[in-house]
């Protein structure tokens, strides 16, 4: 029997991408799964679909995690007409890539506020009652870009930077009280994210041929569910060269210089 069976999943982001498929694996492998963003109509149609196919309980909350107060109010009303949460997947996230004299003071703060502000405010919704239960998940999706910055995606990675020093101090605190705490780090992914991060085509011309397929994220992410899985690194050459990276910056930058540059 699945160790899923019956838990409860909360997916922010879930209207689509990998959070759409998250959703749909956890559902395959027997959760009951909570759908959460800002596009109420794409959830109520997963929603449909999952209880449909899967039989499990699914349930929609239009949600935008940049409003911490809707977060908390959200999050309550989760909890009221739930059993409790066992897992969080923080998926809700966007970027917009461009150098960093061009990136609009507003659009770099809104990137923090989901990216960074609105994972913690849904973290710290949960965390008190995971820890009352001694037992919970917490699943926080970065990026390589966290772990390698490139041009044209200063504030970008600098969230992913952050998203990714919150999670390792979270884990280590969480460790005392059985919470597994884990980090998803892709690179990029075939998914609508880049039709805002970018609005020329020229990133994912130039790469589409390493793009993960979100499926494939998305299997490996619900796999890792209550397991104490530290972190998950997508595709794996790409976790090398930011090993590579930490440990001879000035060496990569030197010869990565013109690949950085292709976006």
């Not at 759409?20 to 109420?40: P, Q």
């Not at 911490?68 to 007409?81: A, D, K, M």
Request: charged fraction near 20%; aromatic fraction near 8%.
């Amino acid at each position: 029997m699945s160790k899923l069976k019956n838990k409860w999943v909360v997916i922010t982001g879930a209207s689509g991408g990998i959070g759409k498929e998250i959703a749909w694996k956890a559902a395959e492998k027997g959760a009951n799964v909570i759908l959460a963003a800002r596009s109420i109509d794409k959830l109520k149609e997963l929603e449909n679909a999952i209880t449909s196919r899967f039989g499990v309980t699914a349930s929609s909350y239009q949600l935008d995690v940049s409003d911490i107060e809707q977060v908390q109010q959200v999050f309550e009303r989760i909890f009221n007409e739930t059993n409790g949460i066992d897992v969080l997947v923080n998926n809700a996230g966007f970027g917009i890539f461009k150098e960093a004299h061009e990136v609009d003071v507003k659009e770099a703060k809104a990137m923090f506020d989901v990216n960074v502000m609105g994972l913690i405010a849904c973290t710290s919704a949960v965390l008190p009652h995971m820890k009352a239960r001694k037992a919970g998940h917490i699943i926080n999706i970065a990026s390589q870009a966290g772990k390698i910055a490139t041009p044209k995606s200063s504030v970008y990675s600098a969230t992913k930077h952050a998203v990714l020093g919150y999670s390792n101090s979270l884990r280590m605190e969480c460790a005392r009280d059985g919470i597994f705490v884990t980090t998803v780090n892709p690179g990029p992914i075939a998914t609508n994210f880049f039709s805002i991060a970018d609005e020329s085509g020229t990133y994912v011309k130039n790469v589409q041929k390493f793009m993960l397929k979100p499926e494939y994220v998305a299997e490996k992410v619900v796999n890792s569910m209550l397991t104490n899985k530290r972190e998950i690194n997508l595709p794996r050459w790409m976790n090398a060269g930011s090993i590579l990276y930490t440990l001879f910056p000035r060496t990569v930058e030197r010869f990565g210089k013109h690949a950085f540059f292709r976006k």
